[in-house]
């Protein structure tokens, strides 16, 4: 199977920081990962699908970057409302899903 | 609007079986694939099953393969996934997720566009 590798796994940053997290597959999976947020208590929210395309209605702060085994999701301004946890999934349609470990961003 | 609402969780003990639901609405159920979720207490997001919106493609993780079975009932807009021979470990909020795509070029993408609020499974003696 293939790992995912989140990192940070925990960060803390203020309203208005630009925050990056970064995801790294065990091998190459193209441009086959997405982003989800989730806070405690709701349904994970879709960000950003095929490594860079931001879901409709998702605010243009987050993007997504890369392909093959790194890939980075960037909030260009941290707002109050986006203190989650963030997940990289791969969905490469001929391997089992998996998601990362998980990047908890805290309030500093 | 794009709803899914999970049901069937409860507390069972350890070998115990139960049955969880996912009714759908808001799209054409029958034309997605539709999968299941899980987060265990203090954990992180992992998949767990999955059925194409033909119920002829059905895909597990090795954690419950062989004890796991997922179906669905166009006909109704549901997703069941059968649990068999509970772990402690299997204790979790599972949820159930929309599988949209997209097409481009020679590739097609995929993803969860949409999720359900989760049901609670405790597996306990």
């Known amino acids: 199977d293939i790992q995912l590798t989140q990192s940070p796994s925990f960060l803390s940053a203020s309203v208005g920081d630009r925050v990056t997290i970064t995801c790294r597959a065990s091998?190459?999976?193209?441009?086959?990962l997405a982003w989800y947020q989730h806070k405690p208590g709701r349904a994970p929210k879709l960000l950003i699908y095929a490594a860079s395309t931001l879901q409709s209605g998702v605010p243009s702060r987050f993007s997504g970057s890369g392909s093959g085994t790194e890939f980075t999701l960037t909030i260009s301004s941290l707002q109050a409302e986006d203190f989650a946890t963030y997940y990289c999934?791969?969905?490469?349609?001929?391997?089992?899903?998996?998601f990362g470990g998980g990047t908890e961003v805290e309030i500093k | 609007e794009v709803q899914l609402l999970e049901s069937g969780g409860d507390l069972v003990q350890p070998g115990g079986s139960l049955r969880l639901s996912c009714a759908a609405s808001?799209?054409?159920?029958?034309?997605?694939?539709i999968n299941w979720v899980r987060q265990a207490p203090g954990k992180g997001l992992e998949w767990v099953a999955g059925?194409?919106?033909?119920?002829?493609?059905?895909y597990y993780a090795e954690s419950v393969k062989g004890r796991f079975t997922i179906s669905r009932d166009n006909s109704k807009n549901t997703v069941h996934v059968q649990m068999n021979s509970l772990r402690v470990e299997d204790t979790a909020k599972y949820y159930c997720?929309?599988?949209?795509?997209?097409?481009?070029?020679?590739?097609?993408?995929?993803?969860?566009?949409?999720w359900g609020q989760g049901t609670l499974v405790t597996v306990s003696s």
């Open positions: 059925i194409s919106g033909s119920g002829g493609d059905i």
């Open positions: 997720a929309k599988r949209g795509h997209y097409c481009g070029g020679a590739s097609c993408y995929y993803y969860f566009d949409s």
């Open positions: 999934q791969q969905l490469n349609p001929y391997l089992q899903l998996t």
């Open positions: 091998q190459d999976i193209s441009f086959y």
């Open positions: 808001g799209f054409t159920f029958s034309t997605y694939a």
